[in-house]
């Protein structure tokens, strides 16, 4: 049984129990999993050679994504808040992540301004996300390639 399958059970086994809380909320199993399916069908289109970048401060947004992404054999590169632009460049670049998703858009647009090609927003965990497509070209990866 896989992540999602064992997601899937608890929810309907366990839906009121908690799944996954910070400090601002909480999530049950049966919420958890309605995040994570919608989740995967607003990352739908990156799916065949595509990676995406996660740029998200610690939130149950970003594990409900990560998982979303898992579940749809879909290569997640984490960029981690106190990178360097620098830094956060060459992991993008190097990766060949054609979408970022990120939850400080002001800072990941100027940066990559020249590569974006379209922006849309997403709500996940109630937590606002931005979806930058990125014209980057994609990075060839080894079979079932979950992060980098």
Sequence with gaps: MNLLQTLKQHAKNSANAIAIKNDSMALNYRDLFNEITQSQQQIQECKDDCTIALAIDNHPAWAI???AALANQTAVVPLPAFFSDSQISHAVKDAGASVLITD????FSALFDYLI???????VAGKRLMMLYLNMAAQPLPDSTAKI
């Excluded at 090609?117 to 709500?123: E, F, L, N, P, R």
């Design 104 to 107: 400080n858009p002001q800072r």
């Design 65 to 67: 994504l990560d998982i």
């Design 117 to 123: 090609t379209q922006k849309s927003t997403i709500v």
